[in-house]
Nanobody, 121 residues
Framework: QVQLVESGGDLVQAGGSLRLSCAASGIIFSIDVMGWYRQAPGKQRELVATINRGDSTNYGDPVKGRFTISRDNAKNTVYLQMNSLKPEDTAVYYC???????????????WGQGTQVTVSS
């Protein structure tokens, strides 16, 4: 079984920075794509950023130029560096892993528990 463990969510002031981490645990051979999604109250879950095994990245428009996603394949860990934070970035941030290969599965999808990020004015 695979579990995603997140850390780094906090309360910060506008203009500040925050770094989120998410580690996938279990006997994992590879993960095709890792990413971050967020959901604000009353809104649908939206893409923040994704990164594949070759370190190709994709960002949602609201965070381009401010957030940076990276991964450590040896540790099966994905990071999200969040700079110049705005109040509209306030949301629950979820870590995700797609195309996970283990002894017991192929191409499975896993999600973290979510971590709260709150940006005050």
């Amino acid at each position: 079984q695979v579990q995603l463990v997140e850390s780094g969510g906090d309360l910060v002031q506008a203009g500040g920075s925050l770094r989120l981490s998410c580690a996938a645990s279990g006997i994992i051979f590879s993960i095709d794509v890792m990413g971050w999604y967020r959901q604000a109250p009353g809104k649908q879950r939206e893409l923040v950023a994704t990164i594949n095994r070759g370190d190709s990245t994709n960002y949602g428009d609201p965070v381009k130029g401010r957030f940076t996603i990276s991964r450590d394949n040896a540790k099966n860990t994905v990071y999200l560096q969040m700079n110049s934070l705005k109040p509209e970035d306030t949301a629950v941030y979820y870590c995700a892993a797609f195309g996970v290969r283990t002894t017991f599965s192929y191409g499975s999808q896993y999600w973290g528990q979510g971590t709260q990020v709150t940006v005050s004015s």
